[in-house]
């Protein structure tokens, strides 16, 4: 096949070649992973234009001397090639190049050229090979010894290709071409930096002559008997006999089900539940075995047992009302954009987990597999979104038009192939701010009808009602909580959660209770995602933190990128305290001596924690006691507080209880809070520390009314109505009666 450059140009081409889209398993062959990466530095020529691209360089001959290099996963802008740019709502060629969909641009179209020289590695020889691009942006086309292998768009799911006609052993040359813009430009106007280049991780997989393709694991919970519902549907390929052997088993190792076929129906008698609270995790293992015996492959995959459905109007999980105390969260590193790493991951995670927040939607894009792999093991729930935003032409694009259909389509299906087995995920999400029509509602109808084990989510339906039937819940952007009141007193029957609230730009979050009291006065209110978790800056060349605009990057939406509730660097910021303290499942107050205690949790109860209560004067620890309740979920307690104030105890006294870890676990160690209440106690009299100090002479006159102390004094002028003078030690601190001024602290958006 000839590749062509029309490609780029015709909405109907998203992909040549490409491999179907399939689960995120793992598989041994022989105990061996035959897998070889292809991370590392790449030779690389940057051109401005297409037209100015060195059009032959894939071939196996052509000279690349004056090659440049670069890392590969990495963008292309944030090694020294072309420049960062921010836009949120409007195309980056805006002002540029006056264009309406299909058409891309010609003059502002950079073109990335990679090469790449490797040895195969000896365990993939004599092996079918694929080449797995984790993620490329935007559009890409791929050789291989010179013989073109084939092309993929989609900028944030993998793109495979068989490569065994074209590999050999020994000094194999890779090329991929990528274009900066395509037609799937259009469908990627996401609010964040726009970059191109190879940014996820690129690897050679090779697969046994029998081979699990794919694995489509349902996981079900009976809430009533307690057993789980196993059904595995297998993809096998290749060509040659065998049989396949299934086994489960639970975290310890133990064996609790054992099965044969490529489909499996059983139900598996006491499981543990997958939830947030209690992430209980099963292996599924695979075995493929020929005539005479011997392993094939072994492939397996984490299993969670949960049932999450939409019953009476409201969404649950095991059988229990769920609240999704969310952010929405972009893959971010200040130095290497969306480029993120294992340890970043990590540490989003041990924060999502530390400040009590138990969801997120992967906005506006599937993340890297791994992301999925760490929430199943810690516990979040995830709405995984397909990458898809039309937000600067959402009016009529995708709309309607059936040559955006199946691109569209696709990139709900490369999500639910590659995600399905993942138990965080409880919704999937057909996209964001893409308007409405046929188009999205084809996804809608696809994700309905291959996964009934999960709901569907797409927010835009308010622009066209027709389509309610796209989206199993009432999902807004923005409502004031009046709003919302207003929706949940005339409600359709969905239930409501606000995929987007609190922008959390500049100084903000402010009032957020408003929002989280509706949870208790509205069955059919099950919470929100903050917009955002982390800030969008980048650090420059000098070293500090810069925003759109700063790159010289025009057009641009400016410091628009800064919506996190931690800082680009991963400071944390004023505003978690907040959502720390509303998120929080554990609720308690202080009155009269008496700490109450209630269980907001859905499945566990308090005997994880242990309750601190200290009492202070003036920053001084007069007392602490400490207490162990198991208030089981959905319930409160409360305990009486020991500690009394001293005798003759004068002036104010602060209680505080502190609900702490008992033992370190995945997310945090040992005394970590997860939720505090205090007490003012104010025992009246004269205050100790006060006491003895000799009062303040005034002095009334006509014009000035005068305040002496020791060691200071004040003066007030009658005429101006202010302060005048204020005195200590000698010194004078005011030169003129204050104004008075009403201008408070930016708070940016």
């Not at 979050?509 to 989280?516: A, F, P, Q």
């Not at 204020?726 to 009403?742: A, D, I, Q």
Request: charged share 25%.
């Amino acid at each position: 096949m000839i590749p062509s450059m029309e490609w780029l140009k015709d909405p109907k081409v998203f992909q040549v070649n490409r491999k179907p889209a399939h689960s995120d398993h793992d598989f041994r062959v022989n105990g061996v992973e035959t897998r070889q990466t292809l991370d590392g530095v790449w030779r690389f020529k940057y051109s401005k234009r297409p037209q100015d691209r060195p059009v032959d360089f894939f071939k196996s001959d052509y000279d690349i001397d004056g090659f440049d290099s670069i890392s590969v996963p990495g963008h292309i802008q944030l090694q020294g090639f072309g420049r960062p740019q921010y836009v949120n709502t409007q195309y980056p060629w805006e002002g540029h190049e006056g264009l309406t969909p299909p058409e891309i641009p010609g003059r502002i179209n950079p073109v990335g050229s990679y090469v790449r020289t490797f040895d195969l590695d000896p365990k993939l020889v004599g092996m079918d090979t694929f080449i797995s691009f984790q993620v490329v942006a935007t559009a890409f086309y791929v050789w291989l010894n010179g013989e073109f292998v084939g092309y993929s768009e989609d900028s944030c799911t993998p793109a495979e290709f068989n490569v065994t006609p074209y590999i050999r052993e020994k000094n194999n040359r890779l090329a991929v071409e990528v274009y900066t813009f395509s037609t799937a430009s259009w469908l990627e106007d996401q609010d964040f930096w726009r970059f191109s280049g190879i940014f996820r991780s690129v690897y050679l997989y090779a697969v046994p002559k029998a081979h699990v393709w794919d694995m489509r694991i349902k996981s079900g919970y009976d809430c009533s008997s307690g057993s789980g519902e196993l059904s595995v549907e297998l993809q096998i390929t290749g060509g040659c006999e065998y049989s396949a052997e299934l086994e489960l088993a639970d975290a310890d190792g133990n064996v609790v089900f054992h099965g044969t076929g490529v489909t499996v129906d059983a139900a598996i008698p006491d499981v543990l539940p997958w939830s947030a609270e209690e992430p209980n995790l099963y292996t599924l293992k695979v075995e493929l075995i020929d005539t005479d015996g011997h392993s094939i492959e072994t492939a397996w995959s984490k299993v969670g047992f949960r049932t999450f459905e939409l019953d009476g109007g409201v969404m649950r999980l095991n059988g229990k009302r769920i609240i999704f105390k969310g952010v929405n969260r972009h893959e971010w590193n200040a130095r290497r954009g969306r480029s993120i790493t294992r340890e970043d991951m990590l540490w989003d995670i041990r924060f999502l987990k530390q400040n009590n927040i138990n969801a997120v939607r992967t906005s506006h894009y599937p993340n890297q597999s791994l992301w999925y792999r760490l929430c199943d093991e810690y516990g979040i729930y995830l709405i995984d979104e397909a990458n898809l935003e039309t937000h600067g032409v959402w009016d009529y694009l995708p709309g309607s038009l059936p040559e955006w259909r199946e691109a569209v389509v696709d990139r709900a299906r490369s999500m639910y192939q590659r995600d399905k087995n993942h138990p965080s995920i409880l919704i999937w999400s057909c996209g964001n701010e893409s308007g409405c029509g046929d188009d999205i509602a084809a996804s809608s109808e696809f994700l309905h009808k291959v996964d009934g084990t999960r709901l569907v989510h797409y927010e835009g339906v308010w622009k066209d009602r027709r389509y309610d039937h796209i989206t199993d819940m009432e999902s807004r952007m923005y409502a004031k909580p009046d709003q919302v009141r207003e929706y949940l007193e005339h409600g359709t029957g969905k239930p409501y959660i606000n995929c987007e609230y609190m922008h959390a730009m500049g100084n903000s979050l402010g009032g957020m209770s408003l929002y989280t009291e509706l949870e208790d006065e509205f069955e059919s209110y099950q919470g929100g995602f903050i917009w955002d978790y982390i800030d969008q800056a980048l650090y420059n060349k000098d070293g500090n933190l810069s925003y759109g605009g700063d790159f010289e990057d025009r057009p641009s939406d400016y410091s628009f990128c800064t919506n996190g509730v931690i800082f680009a660097d991963r400071t944390v910021s004023p505003k978690v305290q907040e959502m720390k303290a509303l998120y929080s499942n554990i609720r308690m107050s202080i009155k009269n001596m008496v700490l109450t205690v209630e269980n907001r949790n859905l499945f566990v109860d308090t005997s994880g924690y242990r309750f601190v209560v200290i009492m202070e004067s003036e920053g001084e620890i007069l007392g602490r006691e400490e207490h162990t309740l198991k208030i089981a979920p959905g319930e409160r307690g409360c305990v009486e507080i020991g500690l009394r104030l001293p005798e003759r105890a004068c002036g104010e006294f602060v209680l505080t209880a502190s609900a702490q870890l008992i033992e370190d676990c995945l997310w945090a160690e040992r005394g970590h809070e997860v939720a505090f209440a205090q007490e003012i106690l104010n025992a009246g009299g004269e205050n100790p520390r006060t006491a003895g100090v000799k009062k303040a002479n005034i002095v009334n006159g006509n014009f000035c009314v005068g305040l002496n102390g020791d060691g200071f004094s004040m003066m007030f002028d009658r005429k101006e109505g202010g302060l005048s003078s204020l005195v200590y030690n000698g010194r004078e601190f005011v030169t003129r009666v204050p104004t008075v001024s009403f201008h408070r602290a930016f708070t940016d958006n």
